[in-house]
Protein backbone atom coordinates (compact mmCIF):
# COMPACT_ATOMS: atom_id res chain seq x y z
CA UNK A 1 0.00 0.00 0.00
CA UNK A 2 1.51 3.80 -0.63
CA UNK A 3 0.29 6.65 1.24
CA UNK A 4 0.56 9.72 -0.83
CA UNK A 5 -0.75 13.24 0.63
CA UNK A 6 0.03 16.38 1.78
CA UNK A 7 2.59 17.79 4.03
CA UNK A 8 1.09 17.23 7.50
CA UNK A 9 -0.71 14.82 6.38
CA UNK A 10 0.40 11.98 8.64
CA UNK A 11 1.23 9.57 6.02
CA UNK A 12 4.45 8.36 8.24
CA UNK A 13 2.74 7.72 11.41
CA UNK A 14 -0.25 6.00 9.61
CA UNK A 15 2.31 4.01 7.68
CA UNK A 16 3.75 2.66 10.62
CA UNK A 17 0.73 2.11 12.74
CA UNK A 18 -0.89 0.17 9.70
CA UNK A 19 2.40 -1.59 9.18
CA UNK A 20 2.15 -2.95 12.61
CA UNK A 21 -1.52 -3.58 12.53
CA UNK A 22 -0.82 -5.58 8.85
CA UNK A 23 2.36 -7.06 10.01
CA UNK A 24 4.19 -5.26 6.87
CA UNK A 25 7.38 -3.56 6.59
CA UNK A 26 7.03 0.01 6.46
CA UNK A 27 9.44 2.34 3.95
CA UNK A 28 9.12 6.18 4.83
CA UNK A 29 10.62 7.59 1.23
CA UNK A 30 11.89 10.84 2.24
CA UNK A 31 14.33 8.68 4.66
CA UNK A 32 15.20 6.46 2.00
CA UNK A 33 16.34 9.73 -0.17
CA UNK A 34 18.28 10.60 2.97
CA UNK A 35 20.10 6.94 2.72
CA UNK A 36 20.86 6.92 -0.28
CA UNK A 37 22.57 10.20 -0.50
CA UNK A 38 23.93 10.91 2.64
CA UNK A 39 21.80 14.31 2.82
CA UNK A 40 19.57 15.70 4.96
CA UNK A 41 16.39 16.86 2.95
CA UNK A 42 16.77 20.80 3.11
CA UNK A 43 21.04 20.01 1.84
CA UNK A 44 19.55 18.08 -1.09
CA UNK A 45 17.22 21.39 -1.88
CA UNK A 46 20.11 23.70 -1.49
CA UNK A 47 22.64 21.64 -3.37
CA UNK A 48 20.47 20.39 -6.40
CA UNK A 49 17.22 22.47 -6.20
CA UNK A 50 13.94 20.51 -5.90
CA UNK A 51 14.72 19.12 -9.58
CA UNK A 52 17.84 17.35 -7.88
CA UNK A 53 15.32 16.08 -5.28
CA UNK A 54 12.41 15.20 -7.22
CA UNK A 55 15.32 12.66 -9.33
CA UNK A 56 16.27 11.20 -5.97
CA UNK A 57 12.40 10.80 -4.92
CA UNK A 58 12.09 8.56 -8.24
CA UNK A 59 15.15 6.38 -7.77
CA UNK A 60 13.96 5.50 -4.15
CA UNK A 61 10.30 4.56 -5.87
CA UNK A 62 12.10 2.82 -8.32
CA UNK A 63 14.37 0.90 -5.72
CA UNK A 64 11.31 -0.20 -3.77
CA UNK A 65 9.47 -1.53 -7.13
CA UNK A 66 6.50 -4.03 -5.93
CA UNK A 67 8.28 -4.58 -2.54
CA UNK A 68 4.89 -5.91 0.30
CA UNK A 69 5.42 -3.08 2.14
CA UNK A 70 3.39 0.21 3.46
CA UNK A 71 5.06 2.86 1.60
CA UNK A 72 4.88 6.53 3.27
CA UNK A 73 5.82 8.81 0.28
CA UNK A 74 6.90 12.88 0.23
CA UNK A 75 4.04 15.13 -0.10
CA UNK A 76 5.53 16.15 -3.71
CA UNK A 77 6.42 13.14 -5.16
CA UNK A 78 3.29 13.16 -7.75
CA UNK A 79 4.68 16.00 -8.88
CA UNK A 80 7.07 14.64 -10.90
CA UNK A 81 5.77 12.80 -13.82
CA UNK A 82 8.30 9.98 -14.16
CA UNK A 83 7.45 9.21 -10.20
CA UNK A 84 3.22 9.78 -10.91
CA UNK A 85 3.66 7.19 -13.75
CA UNK A 86 5.64 4.72 -11.50
CA UNK A 87 3.09 4.90 -8.39
CA UNK A 88 0.43 4.69 -10.90
CA UNK A 89 1.53 1.18 -12.79
CA UNK A 90 1.86 -0.59 -8.95
CA UNK A 91 -0.13 -3.27 -8.45
CA UNK A 92 -0.90 -2.24 -4.80
CA UNK A 93 -3.63 0.20 -3.11
CA UNK A 94 -2.76 3.81 -3.80
CA UNK A 95 -4.36 6.08 -0.72
CA UNK A 96 -4.79 9.46 -0.46
CA UNK A 97 -4.63 11.08 2.99
CA UNK A 98 -7.23 13.96 2.61
CA UNK A 99 -7.49 17.61 5.06
CA UNK A 100 -8.89 20.48 4.38
CA UNK A 101 -5.80 23.55 4.06
CA UNK A 102 -5.92 24.88 7.46
CA UNK A 103 -5.84 21.72 9.15
CA UNK A 104 -2.27 20.51 7.44
CA UNK A 105 -1.18 24.17 7.62
CA UNK A 106 -1.34 24.21 11.01
CA UNK A 107 0.63 21.35 11.38
CA UNK A 108 3.56 21.91 9.33
CA UNK A 109 4.08 25.96 9.55
CA UNK A 110 6.80 25.38 12.34
CA UNK A 111 8.73 22.83 10.31
CA UNK A 112 12.75 24.06 9.43
CA UNK A 113 12.94 20.63 7.77
CA UNK A 114 10.17 21.37 4.68
CA UNK A 115 12.10 23.56 2.59
CA UNK A 116 8.79 24.24 0.94
CA UNK A 117 7.21 25.44 3.71
CA UNK A 118 7.79 29.28 2.78
CA UNK A 119 4.80 31.84 3.42
CA UNK A 120 1.44 30.81 4.11
CA UNK A 121 0.26 32.38 0.42
CA UNK A 122 2.88 29.67 -1.39
CA UNK A 123 2.11 27.10 0.81
CA UNK A 124 -1.98 27.20 -0.37
CA UNK A 125 -0.49 27.63 -3.45
CA UNK A 126 0.92 24.10 -3.41
CA UNK A 127 -2.07 22.72 -1.88
CA UNK A 128 -4.33 23.80 -4.62
CA UNK A 129 -2.32 22.51 -7.64
CA UNK A 130 -1.81 19.04 -5.93
CA UNK A 131 -5.53 18.47 -4.81
CA UNK A 132 -6.17 17.44 -8.17
CA UNK A 133 -2.78 15.10 -9.03
CA UNK A 134 -3.52 13.05 -5.23
CA UNK A 135 -7.11 12.77 -6.47
CA UNK A 136 -5.75 11.61 -9.95
CA UNK A 137 -3.69 9.18 -8.57
CA UNK A 138 -5.23 7.65 -5.58
CA UNK A 139 -7.27 4.97 -5.45
CA UNK A 140 -9.06 5.68 -2.10
CA UNK A 141 -9.21 8.90 -0.73
CA UNK A 142 -9.61 9.29 3.06
CA UNK A 143 -10.32 11.97 5.31
CA UNK A 144 -6.97 12.41 7.73
CA UNK A 145 -8.11 15.13 9.92
CA UNK A 146 -9.26 12.89 12.29
CA UNK A 147 -6.96 10.82 15.03
CA UNK A 148 -4.20 8.41 13.42
CA UNK A 149 -6.14 5.47 15.02
CA UNK A 150 -9.42 6.47 13.23
CA UNK A 151 -7.63 7.09 9.55
CA UNK A 152 -5.72 3.70 10.20
CA UNK A 153 -9.47 1.99 10.56
CA UNK A 154 -10.15 3.81 7.72
CA UNK A 155 -7.75 2.27 5.97
CA UNK A 156 -7.96 -0.90 7.08
CA UNK A 157 -11.91 -1.13 6.26
CA UNK A 158 -10.88 -0.56 2.59
CA UNK A 159 -9.52 -3.90 2.61
C1 LIG B 1 7.72 17.78 0.20
C2 LIG B 1 7.29 17.05 1.28
C3 LIG B 1 8.20 16.46 2.27
C4 LIG B 1 9.57 16.20 1.64
C5 LIG B 1 10.10 17.44 0.99
C6 LIG B 1 9.17 17.96 -0.12
C7 LIG B 1 6.71 18.36 -0.72
O1 LIG B 1 7.65 15.24 2.77
O2 LIG B 1 9.51 15.14 0.71
O3 LIG B 1 10.27 18.41 1.97
O4 LIG B 1 7.08 18.75 -1.85
O5 LIG B 1 5.52 18.40 -0.34
P1 LIG B 1 6.37 15.19 3.79
O6 LIG B 1 5.14 15.18 2.96
O7 LIG B 1 6.59 13.91 4.53
O8 LIG B 1 6.48 16.39 4.65
Redesign the pocket.
Given at each position: MILIG???SG??TVAHSLGERMNLPVIDL?KEVVRMTGME?PEIFKAEGEAG?RKR?QEALVQIGGARCIV?T???VV?YEPSCKLLENMEVPVVYLHADFETLYAR?KNDSN???VKSREQVRA?YEQRLRIYRKTADHEIDCSASVEQVVSSILRIG
Open positions: FMGKSDIFEAGGGTIRPLL
